[in-house]
């Protein structure tokens, strides 16, 4: 079964920077986009940026120019550079990985655990 391992964050003042990191494990043959959403409490869950197999990227308005997410396809890991963070950006950071084949099987839309980033003075 291919679980979604993350690591990074934690906490850092406005104008910082921090970098998440998450690797798929398992025998994978293909995933088609890895990502990042985050979620505060009582709030839905926002989609930050994605990157597909391509290497076609989508950011959130919010953090266009100032976060950059990278995948290495060898080793099924997606990253998100966050720089010039904002207290605004404190939230629980997902990693999600859609349309992941395996040999034995097909998962439509898969989930790490969460991250907590947290930036405040």
């Not at 970098?19 to 995933?31: E, F």
Request: with cysteine; proline share 4%.
């Amino acid at each position: 079964q291919v679980q979604l391992a993350e690591s990074g964050g934690g906490f850092v003042t406005p104008g910082g920077s921090l970098k998440l990191s998450c690797a798929a494990s398992g025998i994978i043959l293909k995933i088609n986009s890895m990502g990042w959403y985050r979620q505060g409490p009582g709030k839905q869950r926002d989609l930050v940026a994605t990157i597909t197999d391509s290497g076609r990227t989508t950011y959130a308005h919010s953090v266009k120019d100032r976060f950059t997410i990278s995948r290495d396809g060898a080793t099924n890991t997606v990253s998100l550079q966050m720089d010039s963070l904002k207290p605004e950006d404190t939230n629980v950071y997902y990693c999600n990985a859609q349309g992941v084949r395996t040999p034995r099987d097909y998962t439509s839309d898969l989930w790490g655990q969460g991250s907590q980033v947290t930036v405040s003075p």
